[in-house]
């Protein structure tokens, strides 16, 4: 979710700064601040079913590196857990077939700064690498992500996930997510969503149905992270600075 973000935060920046920006050799710094019904982290929700305050600031260059910040509220509804997370990540995409075809490697660390939790430290590296492909309106991509250690040294994790994005119009994308996540303590489940985002201008939203595999009697987490539910995000791109 946190890439998938941060990815969509750029691409409508670049379409609302025109072309002048894609051209910039120095790149630019993109960002957004958005307000979600619930965070929802691989299916699972990372809010206690709660809403949230989140924010992104991007910097892209044209030859394709990038590094980034993405923060959120978080509520795991006990005495001592975080309030917040930090992501902080950078990689490289790479451009095929005019645009058409893209490669993406990127390493980002899962920091929560004001953890109280006894024990071992809920942070937490993902390495990942993913594909996307342009097949007109239909864009589809591919991510697989390794985690060496997940949180409270959970073990090792691994991640497959594929979404599809469906053009109706320039402003009204139909999208769908699946997933499958494996290893650690408690990290096992399958996850998926369906829903459908549009924009006015600087703003966006995204309304979709998010569900896992598994039911809140079975939920390893807390009992309203793990249910079917609809989440509604607004997003809020500023305006561009360009180097």
């Not at 051209?23 to 929802?40: C, M, P, Q, V």
């Not at 590296?125 to 239909?138: D, H, M």
């Not at 996850?191 to 939203?205: I, N």
């Amino acid at each position: 979710m946190k890439a998938a973000l941060a990815v969509s935060a750029v691409v409508l920046a670049l379409a609302l700064a025109g072309p002048t920006a894609a051209a910039n050799e120095a790149g630019g710094l993109f960002s957004f601040i958005d307000l979600t019904s619930d965070y929802r982290f691989q299916g699972a929700s990372n809010t206690d079913g709660n809403g949230a305050v989140q924010g992104n600031v991007h910097y892209w260059r044209p030859d394709g590196w990038y590094a980034g910040l993405f923060a959120s509220q978080v509520d795991f509804a006990y005495v001592g857990s975080p309030s917040y997370e930090l992501d902080w990540y950078g990689g490289k995409n790479l451009e095929f077939d005019g645009g058409k075809t893209e490669l993406k490697l990127q390493l980002m660390d899962s920091v929560f700064p004001n953890n109280r939790t006894p024990g071992p430290t809920f942070d937490f590296l993902t390495y990942e690498v993913a594909g996307k492909r342009v097949w007109g309106k239909l864009t589809t991509s591919t991510l697989a992500a390794f985690v060496p250690e997940g949180s409270y040294h959970s073990g090792k994790v691994w991640r497959v996930e594929t979404d599809a994005d469906y053009a109706l119009t320039p402003d009204l994308t139909l999208k769908a997510i699946v997933g499958d996540q494996w290893g650690g303590r408690n990290h096992t489940r399958a996850y998926w969503s369906l829903g459908a985002a549009t924009r006015w201008k600087t703003l966006g939203f995204d309304l979709r149905y998010v569900d896992t595999d598994r039911t809140r009697a079975n939920c390893p987490f807390l009992p309203k992270t793990c249910g079917p539910e609809v989440v509604g995000t607004l997003t809020v791109n500023l305006p561009p600075l360009m180097f």
